[in-house]
């Protein structure tokens, strides 16, 4: 399931004053060029495999007990090529060339071109906030945060199924 994002003319990305990366990301104003689409969850095993059906991933029963907990350690050029797997998958443009170990973005992001691609650092902090200003979308009360996120805490050091927790007000999970 995608999620429709219909962003501000400029929106304001970066770490709040007090939160813990406020020093290496501080506040700025950042221009999202357009709407785009992003996953409601975060890509599973299970899904990963149908384009890789011989990735391991180091993937360990006990740190990803279910193939419907994300998938992790894909490098940037292997998560592109998964991309450009899915929009042939869906008869849409490869968003990607892809040479030898390297990939690039075909496409400047401001263009109208059907297919999938990764989100932009701005894209994903603002769905992750959810277009709000505090630290979380759920606001400063960290006694929320088992209800929306797995972290240490919560997760007994493991990754879980994708999609159980809350979603975010604008319905994406796991962020």
């Known amino acids: ?9 400029s929106s304001l990305i970066g770490a709040p004053i007090g939160e813990d990366f406020w020093d290496d990301a501080p506040r700025h104003n950042r221009r999202i060029l357009g709407d785009f689409a992003i ?7 299970k899904d990963f495999e149908k384009f890789e059906t011989e990735y391991d991933g180091h993937r360990h029963e006990n740190y990803s007990p279910s193939t419907l907990s994300p998938v992790y350690k894909v490098t940037w050029h292997l998560a592109a090529k998964y991309c450009n797997f899915l929009s042939r998958e869906e008869h849409l443009n490869e968003l990607y060339s892809i040479v030898g ?3 690039e973005l075909r496409a400047t992001l401001n263009q109208s071109r059907p297919g999938y691609r990764l989100p932009t650092e701005s ?3 603002y769905v992750t906030r959810a277009g709000t200003l505090t630290a979380r979308f759920f606001g400063e009360k960290e006694e929320y945060m088992d209800k929306y996120v797995y972290y240490q805490r919560n997760s007994a050091n493991r990754s879980n ?5 809350n979603p975010n007000d604008w319905g994406i999970f796991d962020s």
């Open 101 to 103: 170990h390297g990939a």
């Open 39 to 45: 996953g409601a969850k975060l890509i599973t095993w």
């Open 161 to 165: 199924v994708v999609g159980t927790l």
């Open 1 to 9: 399931k995608m999620i429709v994002v219909r962003p501000v003319a």
């Open 123 to 125: 894209e994903m902090e």
